[in-house]
Nanobody, 121 residues
Framework: QVQLVESGGGLVQAGGSLRLSCAAS????????MGWFRQAPGKEREFVGGISKSGSNIYYVDSVKGRFTISRDNTKNTVYLQMNSLKPEDTAVYYC??????????????WGQGTQVTVSS
C-alpha cells in the first residue's frame, strides 16, 4: 500500500518555473519506479516522464525534454518534477504515480490526487 501526495502546483506566466513534489508513504519508496502524468481538460491522461528506483534512469516525452527535470530523494521518500520554460500547453492537472516501470512500459499501480498547473500566456 503506497500513498502519494503531490504539492507545488499553481499559476505561472509562460516562461516561468514550478517545482512539483510528490511525497510517498505506506510502502518502501525505493522499491518503486516513479512517474509523472498530466491531464488537460477534454484530453486523455498523458505520460510526462519517469524515474527508476535508484534514480539512475530517467525518461521524458519529447514535448518536455530539455525543460522538465525529474529527480528523487529516497532518503526523503519524495520525487520531484522541476518545470522550466513553461508553456500554456503545459496547463494540466499533474499526477505522480508509483509502479514497476519508469518508462510506463508497465502500468503504474498507485496514484496521487493531482495538482493543478496553469500557465498563462
Amino acid at each position: 500500500q503506497v500513498q502519494l501526495v503531490e504539492s507545488g502546483g499553481g499559476l505561472v506566466q509562460a516562461g516561468g518555473s514550478l517545482r512539483l513534489s510528490c511525497a510517498a508513504s505506506g510502502g518502501t519508496f525505493s522499491r518503486n519506479s516513479m512517474g509523472w502524468f498530466r491531464q488537460a481538460p477534454g484530453k486523455e491522461r498523458e505520460f510526462v516522464g519517469g524515474i527508476s528506483k535508484s534514480g539512475s534512469n530517467i525518461y521524458y516525452v519529447d514535448s518536455v525534454k530539455g525543460r522538465f527535470t525529474i529527480s528523487r530523494d529516497n532518503t526523503k521518500n519524495t520525487v520531484y518534477l522541476q518545470m522550466n520554460s513553461l508553456k500554456p500547453e503545459d496547463t494540466a492537472v499533474y499526477y505522480c504515480a508509483a509502479g514497476q516501470s519508469y518508462t510506463n512500459y508497465l502500468p503504474y499501480d498507485y496514484w496521487g490526487q493531482g495538482t493543478q498547473v496553469t500557465v498563462s500566456s
